[in-house]
């Protein structure tokens, strides 16, 4: 069974009034795509809650009353700073996710947060990943796909080297300005820039493709790295040109 829009206006509506007559619930707001007009018939609920006591209780009595009254099947934690995002899925596949925190802590982290009751505190917003800490991951996927293909671990390859990509895509949506998490703003870099990441996508788990498609994803990293670390770039191109360089994977295959 699929949820309608309806379904989920329905299931919102119903959570809203809850938290209108749950005291311990200061604020409540709609955050994501519906709260700047752009939700489409597979959005989510996307809701934020300030809290002003006793927040295990509230986790569990929220827990408690999506699965009674909205059927959920499964629920996970994203913890974030100060906030704890219940992830809910419910019996009809649609996605509830409920962000609880503090009051002191309630405030818009974004610019889809549209306060419906409450009082939130000035805007703030998510720490982001820093694009030193980005290529530190993508060097460290860089080694182990080199790893992986040698070793003929080709399942792990593909992994590491679609994991190199990601990374690299990820810088590309910071230095646009995009939302970087998830790949959120990936389908809104320019063309040119999406592009370019084609060729490092993995087509087959052949050796021959998978040493390919590395080089391809080393080369989008090196890209990004010299645009957004210009600093680092000279180091670590070199080292990255090196570990992706089809002579040394098949030397190492051979080994």
């Known amino acids: 069974m699929i949820y309608s829009e309806q379904d989920r206006q329905h299931i919102r509506t119903a959570i809203l009034d809850r938290a209108r007559h749950d005291a311990r619930i200061t604020g409540a707001a709609i955050t994501g795509s519906a709260a700047d007009g752009k939700e489409d018939q597979w959005s989510d609920i996307d809701l934020a809650?300030?809290?002003?006591?006793?927040?295990?209780?509230?986790?569990?009595?929220?827990?408690?009353?999506?699965?009674?009254?909205?059927?959920?099947?499964?629920?996970?934690?994203?913890?974030?700073?100060?906030?704890?995002?219940?992830?809910?899925?419910?019996?009809?596949?649609?996605?509830?996710?409920?962000?609880?925190?503090?009051?002191?802590?309630?405030?818009?982290?974004?610019?889809?947060?549209?306060?419906?009751?409450?009082?939130?505190?000035?805007?703030?917003?998510?720490?982001?990943?820093?694009?030193?800490?980005?290529?530190?991951?993508?060097?460290?996927?860089?080694?182990?796909?080199?790893?992986?293909?040698?070793?003929?671990?080709?399942w792990q390859a593909e992994y590491m080297i679609s994991a190199l990509r990601d990374t690299a895509f990820t810088l590309a949506c910071l230095r646009h300005g995009l939302p970087a998490a998830h790949a959120k703003g990936v389908d809104h870099l320019p063309l040119e820039v999406a592009a370019s990441f084609e060729a490092a996508l993995v087509r087959s788990l052949d050796t021959a493709e998978l040493s390919r498609a590395f080089r391809h994803a080393a080369n989008t990293l090196i890209r990004e790295i010299q645009i957004v670390a210009p600093h680092l770039a000279p180091q670590l191109a070199s080292s990255l040109e090196s570990i992706a360089s089809p002579a040394i994977l098949k030397k190492e295959g051979a080994s």
């Open 49 to 154: 809650f300030g809290v002003r006591e006793d927040m295990p209780a509230v986790l569990a009595d929220w827990t408690a009353y999506m699965y009674a009254e909205h059927a959920a099947l499964h629920h996970l934690d994203v913890l974030a700073g100060p906030w704890t995002y219940r992830v809910f899925l419910l019996g009809n596949t649609l996605q509830v996710d409920l962000a609880f925190v503090t009051e002191t802590e309630f405030r818009a982290l974004a610019p889809t947060f549209r306060l419906v009751f409450g009082e939130a505190q000035q805007p703030g917003s998510f720490p982001s990943q820093s694009p030193e800490s980005l290529i530190g991951f993508g060097w460290l996927y860089a080694v182990h796909a080199r790893t992986t293909i040698a070793r003929g671990k080709v």
